[in-house]
């Protein structure tokens, strides 16, 4: 019994110490997510980049949320990475209210 208590409290030291300190990163499209090609573009180019670890697009609310693992990348770094592949990124809230423009064309059709 004393056997699987200490083992279950060294797992959990272990655990503890393996959890690392993922950050998460709100940013807006220039230009706009206009379709599920516009979000796959951004996901396929994005989890390449060095501490990547999670991407969630969000269309009608013009959002993509990257964690990253801020001892791998920088917010810095993930905005200038949206580059490579033609767009724009700026940080912005969770919160935030982004207008969407409706005249631009989506680039991906």
Not at 17 to 45: L, R, W, Y
């Amino acid at each position: 019994m004393k056997k699987s208590i200490i083992s279950m409290l060294l797992f959990m030291v272990a655990m503890i110490a393996a959890a690392k300190d993922i950050k998460t990163v709100v940013f807006t499209t220039t230009p706009q997510m206009h379709c599920e090609s516009c979000e796959a573009k951004i996901k396929g180019n994005l989890r390449f980049e060095k501490g990547v670890k999670d991407i969630k697009t969000d269309i009608e609310a013009q959002k993509v949320y990257v964690s990253y693992d801020p001892k791998k990348t920088t917010e810095e770094k993930l905005q200038k990475a949206f580059e490579k592949f033609g767009y724009k990124a700026e940080k912005t809230d969770k919160d935030a209210k982004i207008p969407v423009h409706g005249d631009e064309q989506c680039e991906n059709m």
